[in-house]
Nanobody, 113 residues
Framework: QVQLVESGGGLVQPGESLTLSCVAS????????MGWYRQAPGKQRELVGS???????NYGDSVRGRFTVSRDNAKNTVYLQMNNLMPEDTAVYYC???????WGQGTQVTVSS
């Protein structure tokens, strides 16, 4: 069983940056891929980005070049650095541990002027 806790969401203006964190506990963290997903009202959950245990990353088309996923295995933490945020990035952001299928509770990101 893996527990995931996201933090760092909030209200920002277009063009600003925000960093989300996801702390994992309860199981091996470093050996598994982690992912960030988001879900906006009325839309399906979509991949934002993922990171393998050794650091290789993959991104959704809508965020590639603006968002960066990273991890600190010593801290059991995965990060999502979001730059040049746009109103369409408004959503609840979730992290997931692919090995266990666990999800965090989500953190709200709102981009609005």
């Amino acid at each position: 069983q893996v527990q995931l806790v996201e933090s760092g969401g909030g209200l920002v203006q277009p063009g600003e940056s925000l960093t989300l964190s996801c702390v994992a506990s309860g199981s091996d963290f470093w050996g598994y891929a982690m992912g960030w997903y988001r879900q906006a009202p009325g839309k399906q959950r979509e991949l934002v980005g993922s990171i393998l245990s050794r650091g290789a990353t993959n991104y959704g088309d809508s965020v590639r070049g603006r968002f960066t996923v990273s991890r600190d295995n010593a801290k059991n933490t995965v990060y999502l650095q979001m730059n040049n945020l746009m109103p369409e990035d408004t959503a609840v952001y979730y992290c997931t541990h692919y090995g266990s299928g666990s999800w965090g509770q989500g953190t709200q990101v709102t981009v609005s002027s």
